[in-house]
Nanobody, 114 residues
């Protein structure tokens, strides 16, 4: 089953750091992170292809780093210099080559507050 499973997150102070992880099963291609703040639409944060190519939303480019372990079908999101505006539920996505579908994790809450 492809269903991605996220871990990490929680409450962090402004300026702090947190790392999210997401593991999936299957023949996984591009993996990514999205977030949804209260009363806002889900938005793209970062993604990484199997070859390591990465893409970022402009607001996080200099603060977040996406990486992956292909052997474990696991993607990571290292978030540094966090701001209150980063508060959101963070969702992992994973594309499966066999089913040609994108699968979503259940989401993990990140709250940036003093």
């Amino acid at each position: 089953q492809v269903q991605p499973v996220e871990s990490g997150g929680g409450l962090v102070q402004p300026g702090g750091s947190v790392r999210l992880s997401c593991a999936a099963s299957g023949t996984i291609g591009t993996m990514g992170w999205y977030r949804q703040a209260p009363e806002k639409q889900r938005e793209f944060v970062a993604s990484i292809q199997v070859d390591g190519s990465t893409y970022y939303e402009d607001a996080v480019r200099d603060r977040f780093t996406v990486s992956r372990d292909n052997a474990k079908n696991t993607v990571y999101l290292q978030m540094n210099r966090l701001k209150p505006d980063d508060t959101a539920i963070y969702y992992c996505s994973a594309y499966d080559y066999d089913t040609r579908n994108v699968y979503w994790g259940q989401g993990t809450q990140v709250t940036v507050s003093s």
